[in-house]
């Protein structure tokens, strides 16, 4: 079949069923893709210079408020960021309970993504209302996970997005017994629940044209299990670092398309989030996820960003039940008189951390100066890391396409918002953007 | 019968289906996550007809006519701008929802000490992107709004609520009186007056039933500032300055909800004293 030479280009104004506003922009040369952007005209909102000369008290408060769907997650961070500056040990008590309401924003993320935002793509309907009539079940299932992650930041935080119970030094309110007990019966009512995502997405192929080696970067679990804090990033080049020097490996350059910043490792696009997660740790996982994750092992392929919504899926049944073991162990164990541990600022310092957010690596660097005031900030969040990986993958599927003869516009639009829709970006999050040094 | 100062919609039982835009400018897209995720949305769903709900279908347009739209976030791009005079012009009914379409949103925490230039250069230095940001601002500096539905993020009931006063061709009413008011209904111990927490309940529209201050965690104000001339305000707040905090501290907390408020000197007047 001959090709067809086109010129027009091929736009998306405005993707639908991501977080944030991005569009997609393609200009073609003839039978050349001459430029792939992702657009990002979500309207920038400064988070590192407005809290610039405000307490680590309020700015932690404000974080937050960079992302609806991982609230949490840059709750917990900037949080123990403070922490490390001001050389503050926080209980294992704490510990666990952020640990725990880090895994609600995972459910509710995760789910959110997977069901409504995802899904309706392979089905075939424009969003998850329309999908009513034809699978009931599958809405069910998803809204009883949906209320779970919302119901464990709910009874850890005070709200499932925006969390204010959680504070430097431990909580306001510590959940008694009874609301650990009560958790972890609803958890372990959801193990089936928690794989319908998955049985939803194994039998839908990986579209080959996206297929390309990547980099991958994950953090290193702490406890050699499978979870969000850790200290060291591991690298699927073999390359590993400490966490606490991300600036030296991960830098942000500004680019005329976009108000979020795009990321390098060495220089070089890379991959966060739940597939490098998988791919570097899935020794890792819970008995049930990691024996899931090997019988559908050909969905999980490292090289495809596709395999990313299985790979979230597969998450999600790991949380589930590690949430339930942690809600257990809090059952039996909880003080809930226990005293937050109150800052002491008495020397200006710089903190840093970095953990696994929903979409991947977030970094928060914090400079406190001694009258508790913030003084610079740092936030990098995983969106504006792959970024340019995101770009390279959408010149992929095009040139794939074009290949194949494929040249309508809307058949090729579709796909490659199906693409970005993979990746689960958070755009709200990328145009945090980082202070210039 | 139309209510003198009230939009509202026509009424539709099982006749018609209300249509309805939820719209977002520059914020963290929580009002909408609270929309799309409350219990009953499938219901919601059922009930009306939504005709442009970006975060979540792709079968939205901003360009339709609609009975009711919900704008979230703070006017921060020109693009921002562009979207809301369209969304005004299509819409019988608009509602703000959340703390940055109601009072400009964290995002307007640095407002009055540095302009957009400024931040624009801290983050970005000199390199150029294509698209012109603004200052993050409140909706109702550039278009007229309806109603305002605060939050960050707003309560699910507060949101049913609103739904289904318009579906009933009613309309909500404004809340008048401060988290204290709440607080004391759910029967929590002042953290204010006994343990000295900087609690901004007194100054802060109730409807969140206190819910903060219920976990032991002081309110920091995030449904903004409560109508300027109530009562509670001059009792309660006098605290803070009993207490022994600063003016300028409790006007830095105040304003990562309160930036846009124009009375926000008076009101830290009222507490603190007038300048000599």
């Known amino acids: 079949m001959p090709k067809k030479k086109i010129t027009h280009p091929i736009t998306v104004d405005h993707i639908a069923r991501i977080e944030g506003k991005a569009g997609i922009e393609v200009i073609l040369d003839g039978k050349k893709v001459d430029v792939v952007n992702v657009n990002v005209f979500e309207g920038p909102r400064f988070f590192e210079a407005i809290a610039v000369g405000k307490h680590v008290d309020e700015a932690v408060a404000v974080f937050p408020r960079v992302c609806s769907f991982c609230a949490a997650a840059h709750k917990i961070t900037p949080v123990l960021a403070a922490e490390n500056a001001m050389g503050l040990e926080p209980s294992e008590q704490t510990m666990k309970m952020r640990e725990l309401l880090y895994i609600g924003d995972f459910i509710q993320s995760h789910t959110l993504h997977l069901f409504f935002l995802a899904l309706p793509d392979f089905l075939g309907f424009p969003d998850v209302f329309s999908m009513q009539g034809a699978h009931k079940d599958i809405l069910n299932a998803a809204i009883a996970l949906k209320d779970m992650g919302a119901h464990i930041q709910t009874v850890i935080g005070s709200r499932a997005i925006h969390q204010e119970n959680a504070l430097i030094g431990g909580f306001g309110k510590i959940p008694p017994k009874k609301s650990w007990e009560t958790m972890r019966q609803k958890l372990r009512s959801l193990h089936g629940v928690a794989e319908e995502a998955l049985e939803q997405f194994v039998g839908f192929s990986l579209w080959p044209e996206v297929e390309a080696e990547r980099v991958h970067l994950a953090l290193k679990p702490i406890d050699g299990t499978y979870t969000m804090f850790g200290d060291t990033i591991l690298a699927s080049d073999g390359s590993k670092f400490k966490a606490k020097a991300y600036q030296m490996r991960i830098s942000e350059k500004v680019v005329p398309h976009s108000f979020a910043k795009h990321g390098a490792y060495n220089g070089q696009p890379f991959m966060t989030g739940a597939l490098s997660r998988f791919t570097l740790f899935s020794d890792g996982l819970s008995k049930r996820a990691k024996l899931l994750g090997r019988t559908y092992e050909e969905y999980l392929d490292a090289k495809n960003p596709l395999s990313n919504n299985l790979a979230q899926a597969i998450e999600l049944v790991h949380y589930i039940h590690r949430a339930e073991i942690i809600a257990d162990e809090l059952a039996s164990s909880i003080k809930p008189n226990e005293r937050r541990v109150e800052l002491e600022i008495t020397k200006a310092a710089t903190g840093v951390c970095v953990t696994e957010a929903p979409r991947g690596l977030l970094a928060y660097t914090l400079k406190i100066g001694k009258n508790g005031v913030i003084r610079a900030a740092n936030i990098i969040t995983p969106t504006a890391m792959y970024l340019p990986m995101m770009e390279a993958d959408l010149r992929r599927m095009v040139e794939g396409l074009l290949e194949q003869g494929i040249t309508d516009s809307k058949t090729i639009a579709q796909k490659l918002e199906t693409v970005v829709r993979s990746y689960d970006p958070c755009v709200s999050c990328s145009v945090h953007v980082a202070r210039v040094k | ?276």
């Open chain 2, 1 to 276: 019968m139309t209510l003198p100062d009230h939009e509202i919609i026509e009424e539709c039982r099982d006749v018609c289906r209300a249509t309805v835009g939820v719209y977002v400018l520059t914020s963290c897209y929580g009002c909408q996550l609270v929309m799309a995720t409350v219990e009953k949305i499938m219901e919601v769903a059922n009930l009306v007809d939504f005709k442009c709900f970006y975060m979540v279908s792709s079968k939205s347009s901003l360009h339709e006519p609609v009975d009711i739209a919900f704008v979230e976030g703070s006017v921060s791009t020109e693009k921002d701008l562009e979207e809301l005079k369209e969304v005004r012009k299509n819409a019988k009914v608009v509602v703000a929802i959340g703390a940055c379409a109601v009072n400009g949103g964290v995002q307007s925490w640095s407002e009055g000490d540095l302009n957009y230039d400024e931040l624009y250069a801290s983050v970005y230095g000199d390199s150029k992107i294509k698209y012109k940001g603004l200052q993050a601002a409140p909706i109702d500096s550039y278009v007229k709004v309806d109603y305002f539905l605060p939050g960050c993020p707003p309560e699910e009931d507060e949101i049913m609520y609103f739904l289904s006063t318009f579906l009933f061709g009613s309309y909500p009413e404004e809340i008048d009186y401060p988290v204290c008011a709440e607080c004391r209904l759910e029967g929590n111990p002042c953290i204010l007056i006994e343990r000295d927490a900087p609690c901004l309940g007194p100054v802060t529209v109730a409807g969140c039933k206190a819910r903060c201050p219920s976990f032991n965690v002081p309110c920091i104000g995030c449904r903004g500032p409560v109508p300027h001339d109530n009562s509670w305000f001059d009792s309660l707040a006098l605290t803070f300055k009993n207490k022994g905090y600063s003016k300028d501290y409790i006007r830095e907390r105040m304003k990562i909800f309160c930036s846009f408020d124009k009375n926000l000197e008076e009101r830290l007047e009222k507490v603190f004293g007038r300048k000599k």
